[in-house]
């Protein structure tokens, strides 16, 4: 389950929570709201609340048949009188909260849902997680969190349980391409702030231009099919103070049916550091990235890089996170080694019952110059140096049949900082390139541990070196087609 579906789906109320029921019934009453007649139950159940004004049993029972006709205020007043005769009825105080609730009442319903967790232990882990999520519409993020351990430490491996794990994923930040906390361990268990994350990716992809080769129908694009695959194991513990730290490797591989030069795998260490309760809630990584390409030594990478939160109200927040990024190629790619900056600033919002993300990044990438130019026949540059911006934006929707639809699109400029050679008349000459992607991605849960997704991504680059008369057409499309399955632990 991704964390955009958990932000859009817990705070519609009622994913993950146990259905209420009721322990013993009025025999007549019983049948009919068992067969959910409940607008034949109410007048019985009214009769039976006037001659047993003091059964607290009649008035949860008419409170739950109002609530189910939507009559919100009479349901109210019944789980309140019937609190009055019977303060320990935990049912009475859920159902309360959740009319609270809805009513945007959020200090009342938090104090209810605390109070269902007292009075009934089975409900515990759904009563905290929601008295969260009243903290939470408060702006109280610190008691949010602290709400949302304790659903997690009382809950592991329910409904409740799993989804206040991610929504301390959600509070420490996970926006798009970063990953949701997994499902409660035996360690989370025993504590809350201890956890591992493990993930297992198998993906069969289409890729319509591997080579990301020119239009010009005359070339012939080159088409082929990749099984990817991509593993991760992270541990996050706390530490003195506020401070919380996560180790995590990632592993990427990619294999091609035919172009085997293309095979890539990746290795990636991270070591990540937040303090939480500073005013920009501070966080700072370093990855160690090592690749190979076909059976060669292809790229290694440092990454530092910090994330502040500039913003946040209610579930609304902006982040800035900046990197440095030094890259150290092999000979045979020397040209691709150089130190590079990015800045990003990112935007979360809800939207409906989904979630909207927005970014805006600029980047500054310094690439090694070429000492062959001009001496070697077919180099054309001088480097690859460049400068750029890119938008971004993604919408994130539930769906029918458990489905969620993701949909996304990005822009971006890249603008070469070297005036090369690009055409055979020896003119130099800056390149500069445009590209927009658009993606679709479908996923749905199969059960606990399981997601399947189906993608579709389109590309389109076009580049002011896009002539036949041009050392090499840099407009290109293409697109890639996607089945992925993910276990998760």
């Given at each position: 389950?991704?964390?955009?579906?958990?932000?859009?789906?817990?705070?519609?109320?009622?994913?993950?929570?146990?259905?209420?029921?009721?322990?013993?019934?009025?025999?007549?009453?019983?049948?009919?709201?068992?067969?959910?007649?409940?607008?034949?139950?109410?007048?019985?159940?009214?009769?039976?609340?006037?001659?047993?004004?003091?059964?607290?049993?009649?008035?949860?029972?008419?409170?739950?048949?109002?609530?189910?006709?939507?009559?919100?205020?009479?349901?109210?007043?019944?789980?309140?009188?019937?609190?009055?005769?019977?303060?320990?009825?935990?049912?009475?105080?859920?159902?309360?909260?959740?009319?609270?609730?809805?009513?945007?009442?959020?200090?009342?319903?938090?104090s209810e849902f605390l109070s269902t967790a007292r009075a009934r232990?089975?409900?515990?882990?759904?009563?905290?997680?929601?008295?969260?999520?009243?903290?939470?519409?408060?702006?109280?993020?610190?008691?949010?969190?602290?709400?949302?351990?304790?659903?997690?430490?009382?809950?592991?491996?329910?409904?409740?349980?799993?989804?206040?794990?991610?929504?301390?994923?959600?509070?420490?930040?996970?926006?798009?391409?970063?990953?949701?906390?997994?499902?409660?361990?035996?360690?989370?268990?025993?504590?809350?702030?201890?956890?591992?994350?493990?993930?297992?990716?198998?993906?069969?992809?289409?890729?319509?231009?591997?080579?990301?080769?020119?239009?010009?129908?005359?070339?012939?694009?080159?088409?082929?099919?990749?099984?990817?695959?991509?593993?991760?194991?992270?541990?996050?513990?706390?530490?003195?103070?506020?401070?919380?730290?996560?180790?995590?490797?990632?592993?990427?591989?990619?294999?091609?049916?035919?172009?085997?030069?293309?095979?890539?795998?990746?290795?990636?260490?991270?070591?990540?550091?937040?303090?939480?309760?500073?005013?920009?809630?501070?966080?700072?990584?370093?990855?160690?990235?090592?690749?190979?390409?076909?059976?060669?030594?292809?790229?290694?990478?440092?990454?530092?890089?910090?994330?502040?939160?500039?913003?946040?109200?209610?579930?609304?927040?902006?982040?800035?996170?900046?990197?440095?990024?030094?890259?150290?190629?092999?000979?045979?790619?020397?040209?691709?080694?150089?130190?590079?900056?990015?800045?990003?600033?990112?935007?979360?919002?809800?939207?409906?019952?989904?979630?909207?993300?927005?970014?805006?990044?600029?980047?500054?990438?310094?690439?090694?110059?070429?000492?062959?130019?001009?001496?070697?026949?077919?180099?054309?540059?001088?480097?690859?140096?460049?400068?750029?911006?890119?938008?971004?934006?993604?919408?994130?929707?539930?769906?029918?049949?458990?489905?969620?639809?993701?949909?996304?699109?990005?822009?971006?400029?890249?603008?070469?900082?070297?005036?090369?050679?690009?055409?055979?008349?020896?003119?130099?000459?800056?390149?500069?390139?445009?590209?927009?992607?658009?993606?679709?991605?479908?996923?749905?849960?199969?059960?606990?541990?399981?997601?399947?997704?189906?993608?579709?991504?389109?590309?389109?680059?076009?580049?002011?070196?896009?002539?036949?008369?041009?050392?090499?057409?840099?407009?290109?499309?293409?697109?890639?087609?996607?089945?992925?399955?993910?276990?998760?632990?």
């Open positions: 389950m991704t964390l955009k579906r958990v932000l859009a789906g817990v705070l519609a109320l009622g994913v993950g929570l146990p259905s209420l029921t009721w322990a013993d019934h009025l025999p007549e009453a019983e049948v009919l709201m068992d067969d959910r007649r409940y607008e034949v139950a109410i007048p019985l159940l009214e009769t039976e609340s006037r001659e047993e004004p003091d059964n607290a049993r009649v008035w949860f029972l008419l409170g739950v048949a109002y609530s189910e006709q939507e009559r919100s205020g009479d349901a109210r007043a019944a789980f309140e009188k019937t609190l009055a005769l019977d303060p320990t009825h935990g049912l009475a105080h859920y159902n309360l909260a959740i009319l609270l609730f809805r009513a945007a009442q959020w200090e009342q319903a938090a232990p089975q409900l515990a882990s759904a009563a905290y997680l929601n008295a969260g999520l009243a903290r939470l519409k408060q702006g109280r993020e610190a008691d949010a969190r602290a709400l949302f351990q304790e659903a997690a430490a009382v809950g592991p491996g329910t409904g409740s349980g799993k989804s206040a794990v991610q929504m301390l994923a959600a509070l420490d930040g996970n926006l798009p391409g970063a990953t949701p906390a997994s499902d409660p361990t035996e360690a989370a268990r025993k504590s809350p702030d201890h956890r591992w994350d493990a993930r297992l990716t198998l993906r069969r992809e289409f890729d319509s231009n591997v080579f990301a080769t020119p239009d010009d129908p005359t070339t012939g694009n080159q088409s082929d099919q990749r099984i990817g695959l991509s593993a991760r194991l992270a541990r996050s513990f706390a530490l003195s103070g506020a401070r919380r730290m996560e180790v995590r490797y990632d592993l990427f591989a990619r294999e091609y049916d035919t172009l085997s030069q293309l095979d890539l795998t990746t290795h990636t260490l991270r070591v990540r550091m937040e303090h939480r309760k500073t005013p920009r809630r501070s966080r700072w990584e370093y990855a160690f990235s090592s690749s190979t390409l076909g059976t060669s030594a292809y790229m290694a990478s440092h990454t530092a890089g910090a994330r502040w939160t500039l913003s946040r109200g209610g579930q609304r927040s902006t982040y800035l996170y900046t990197r440095i990024k030094r890259y150290d190629a092999s000979a045979a790619y020397g040209y691709l080694s150089g130190t590079g900056a990015e800045a990003i600033l990112a935007r979360y919002r809800p939207l409906g019952m989904g979630s909207l993300y927005t970014s805006v990044s600029a980047e500054y990438l310094d690439r090694k110059d070429r000492p062959d130019f001009g001496a070697v026949a077919g180099v054309q540059h001088v480097s690859y140096s460049h400068a750029g911006f890119s938008p971004s934006v993604s919408l994130v929707q539930p769906f029918f049949f458990g489905l969620t639809v993701d949909l996304g699109a990005r822009y971006q400029y890249r603008g070469y900082l070297d005036a090369d050679v690009w055409n055979f008349g020896a003119t130099r000459r800056k390149r500069q390139d445009h590209k927009l992607s658009m993606d679709l991605a479908v996923t749905r849960d199969l059960g606990n541990l399981l997601e399947l997704e189906l993608g579709w991504r389109r590309e389109l680059r076009r580049s002011n070196i896009d002539s036949a008369a041009d050392y090499t057409d840099r407009d290109y499309q293409r697109n890639v087609y996607t089945v992925a399955v993910t276990g998760r632990y």
